[in-house]
């Protein structure tokens, strides 16, 4: 499993972690029963301290994503099967990210969905 950090983006890598892991359950790439790479491998590929990958599964764990079983491995939860309600969850989280990152800016809301809008409208174009 790949996973890229980004260590400008302000985001903190174990949420990078979490955000990317839950986008490949939403675009099937994880699927149920799929086994996540171990903790210690996860921290090798990506240069960072195993606790931050640690903290990462838990929360992930804690979001009902994926069950940690002691000596076998972190696997997606067989209630993840449904790719669309995973993807929606995933699509409100980046919604809300970014909703609050435009307020940290002066945005408000009624001005990132006309941006949005505007935004769907170039892409229609460009097909």
Do not use: C, W
Not at 5 to 11: D, I, P, V
Not at 16 to 28: D, F, L, M, P, T
Not at 72 to 98: L, Y
């Amino acid at each position: 499993m790949y996973l890229r950090l980004e260590y400008q983006s302000g985001e903190p890598i174990y949420r990078q972690i979490v955000e990317q892991i839950k986008y490949k359950v939403a675009s099937g790439q994880l699927k149920a029963m799929d086994r996540l790479p171990s903790i210690r491998d996860v921290a090798r590929q990506l240069k960072v301290n195993p606790r931050t990958v640690v903290k990462a599964y838990e929360e992930l764990e804690g979001g009902g994503l994926v069950v940690m079983r002691q000596g076998q491995g972190v696997f997606i939860t067989p209630t993840q099967a449904a790719p669309a309600k995973t993807r929606q969850k995933v699509i409100e989280e980046m919604a809300r990210r970014m909703l609050a990152e435009a307020s940290r800016i002066g945005a408000d809301h009624k001005e990132v969905l006309a941006i949005v809008e505007e935004t769907v409208q170039k892409m229609r174009e460009v097909k």
